[in-house]
């Protein structure tokens, strides 16, 4: 469940590594979805960020000016098969 006073940046990946192929922004919401009916069978990575700062990526924290860094999740999803659906809950 999502903090509706916070933003957050949802990152679909298929390498740990690799450039995301898709980025959603979330805010003002206790939940995400998304469908992505042509997506290629695979193993997929998603990441939540929560964006406190709403510059739409993570960012590290500050010792002097005394700011933790962001929060994020990295999920490894099941493997996505041919004409197979996959839903999975991701959060802090």
Do not use: C, M
């Amino acid at each position: 469940r999502l903090d509706t006073a916070k933003a957050y940046v949802v990152r679909l990946l298929d390498k740990p590594d690799a450039p995301p192929l898709r980025v959603w922004t979330v805010s003002g919401s206790a939940s995400f979805e998304a469908k992505l009916p042509l997506l290629p069978p695979a193993a997929y990575i998603v990441e939540l960020i929560e964006d406190l700062d709403r510059n739409g990526r993570w960012t590290s924290g500050n010792y002097d000016l005394h700011r933790q860094p962001e929060r994020f999740v990295r999920k490894s999803l099941e493997q996505l098969r041919a004409n197979w659906e996959l839903e999975a809950e991701v959060g802090f």
